[in-house]
C-alpha cells in the first residue's frame, strides 16, 4: 500500500429488518468492522424510524471494484450510497463520536470510558466500550432485557442471582451486578464475547465477581447454577433448542427472559414455552422479548 494507509467506508441505508444479513454479508465479503449510526435519545426522529444507518469498512483497495462487488448486495430495503477512501488514523478513533452517554432504562446509563458524565441520583451507571460491530444497548433485543432485569429487580428484591445465557459483551450482567443482584454469571459459546466481557467488567470495578465463561452451545456446564433470574437474548431458533436446560436452570419461584426473537418466530418461542406462566412481553417493529415466571 503505497503512501497513507488508509481504509475504504462503505455508508449504507437500509430498512432496520436488513441489519443482520448485511452485516453478515459484509463480513463474508472482508468486511474489517461496521456500526450502526444510531441517533441518541427519541427526540431525534431517526429514533421511531424503520430505517438505519450502517458504516462499514475495508482495506485500501479499487473503490470501483468494490462498489460492483458490494452491489451485489442491494435490494429495494438495502442501498449502497458512497464508497470513499479515509486515513487509518482517522478511522480508528473517528467511531467514536457515534457513541454517547445513553440512557438505556429508567435507571442505567450506558457511558463510553472517553466520555464524561455526571451522574444523576438514582442512576446506574455502566462503563462499556463498543467495538467496530457492537452496539452499547441501542439494540431493542438489549434494551427489554434491561428494562425486565430492572423490574424484576425493583418488584422482588430478594431474589438475589442472575445467569446471563449468551452474554456477549457482558453488559446484561453487568447491569444486572449494578442493579444490586448479588451473584451473577453470564455464558457465552464465542470465547472473544467472553473475552470482550470480561474486559467490560475490568471498566466496572463496582461490579466485580461476575464469573464469565464459555461453554460448547449447551447447558450442561459444571459451573452453571441454578438461579433466581436466567436471560437469554439469543435468536429464537437457538432459545427453542435449549429450551429445557433454560427451564431447568430457572429456580422454582424464578423468572425467565427471552429476547432477541423476530416477530415471525414469536408464536413459536410462546409455543416451546408454553408450561412456565406468560408474564409480559416487550416488542418493537423487528424484536421481540417476553418475561415468564416458574412456579
Known amino acids: 500500500m503505497a503512501g497513507k494507509e488508509q481504509w475504504l467506508e462503505s455508508r449504507w441505508q437500509l430498512e432496520k429488518s436488513e441489519l443482520d444479513r448485511l452485516v453478515a454479508s459484509l463480513e463474508q465479503m472482508g468486511s474489517l468492522g461496521s456500526y450502526e449510526d444510531l441517533p441518541i435519545d427519541d427526540s431525534d426522529p431517526r429514533f421511531h424510524s424503520d430505517q438505519t444507518e450502517l458504516l462499514a469498512y475495508f482495506p485500501d483497495a479499487d473503490a470501483e471494484v468494490l462498489r460492483k462487488k458490494l452491489s451485489q448486495l442491494e435490494n429495494n430495503a438495502c442501498r449502497l450510497e458512497v464508497i470513499k477512501p479515509i486515513p487509518q488514523g482517522d478511522w480508528a478513533t473517528a467511531w467514536r463520536q457515534h457513541f454517547k452517554p445513553m440512557p438505556l432504562t429508567r435507571h442505567v446509563v450506558i457511558k463510553p470510558s472517553w466520555e464524561d458524565y455526571q451522574q444523576q441520583d438514582g442512576e446506574v451507571i455502566v462503563t462499556l466500550d463498543p467495538g467496530m460491530a457492537f452496539g452499547t444497548g441501542q439494540h431493542d433485543t438489549t434494551r427489554f432485557c434491561a428494562e425486565f432485569i430492572e423490574d424484576i429487580r425493583e418488584n422482588h428484591p430478594d431474589l438475589e442471582s442472575l445467569l446471563d445465557v449468551g452474554c456477549g459483551s457482558g453488559i446484561l450482567s453487568i447491569i444486572a451486578k449494578k442493579l444490586g ?115
Request: charged share 25%; no cysteine; aromatic share 8%.
Open 181 to 295: 443482584f448479588k451473584n451473577v454469571a453470564g455464558v457465552d459459546n464465542d470465547v472473544e464475547s467472553v473475552a470482550t466481557a470480561k474486559e467490560n467488567l475490568q471498566r466496572n470495578p463496582d461490579a466485580s465477581d461476575i464469573s464469565f465463561f464459555v461453554n460448547d452451545g449447551g447447558l450442561d456446564h459444571p459451573d452453571l447454577k441454578k438461579s433466581d433470574v436466567v436471560v437469554s437474548n439469543i435468536i429464537a431458533e437457538s432459545l427453542v433448542e435449549l429450551k429445557d436446560g433454560l427451564i431447568a436452570l430457572v429456580k422454582p419461584n424464578g423468572y425467565l427472559v427471552l429476547s432477541g426473537i423476530i416477530p415471525d418466530r414469536g408464536e413459536m418461542v410462546k409455543q416451546a414455552f408454553s408450561g412456565l406462566e406468560f408474564l409480559a412481553e416487550r416488542t418493537s417493529q423487528d424484536w421481540h422479548a417476553y418475561l415468564y415466571h416458574k412456579k
